[in-house]
């Protein structure tokens, strides 16, 4: 059984920065693609982020040039560093292991609130 542990959420004011975590088990991060998906109230989850075995990423337009994901194969962890943060982006997010067209694997999520 993977697990999915992501880290990092919390309470910032708008402008701010946040650096979420997810730490996999086993070497799964190092084999497959990764994601980043947020879910905000009354919402459809969607991708925010993702990142190749090999470190290529791609991003939603509506966070690009803001939001910059990476892996760390040693730690077998991948990390979302959120930047200039708007209340937009207020969300639950998503650690994901992606295989083909879907989702092998998801995180339990953590809750980034971005409000004055």
């Known amino acids: 059984q993977v697990q999915l542990v992501e880290s990092g959420g919390g309470l910032v004011q708008p402008g701010g920065s946040l650096r979420l975590s997810c730490a996999a088990s086993?070497?799964?991060?190092?084999?497959?693609?990764m994601g980043w998906y947020r879910q905000a109230p009354g919402k459809q989850r969607e991708l925010v982020a993702t990142?190749?075995?090999?470190?290529?990423?791609n991003y939603a337009d509506s966070v690009k040039g803001r939001f910059t994901m990476s892996r760390d194969n040693a730690k077998n962890t991948v990390y979302l560093q959120m930047n200039s943060l708007k209340p937009e982006d207020t969300a639950v997010y998503y650690c994901?292991?992606?295989?083909?067209?879907?989702?092998?694997?998801w995180g339990q999520g953590t809750q980034v609130t971005v409000s004055s």
């Open positions: 990142i190749t075995s090999g470190g290529n990423t």
């Open positions: 086993g070497s799964i991060s190092r084999i497959y693609a």
């Open positions: 994901a292991v992606i295989a083909g067209a879907g989702v092998l694997y």
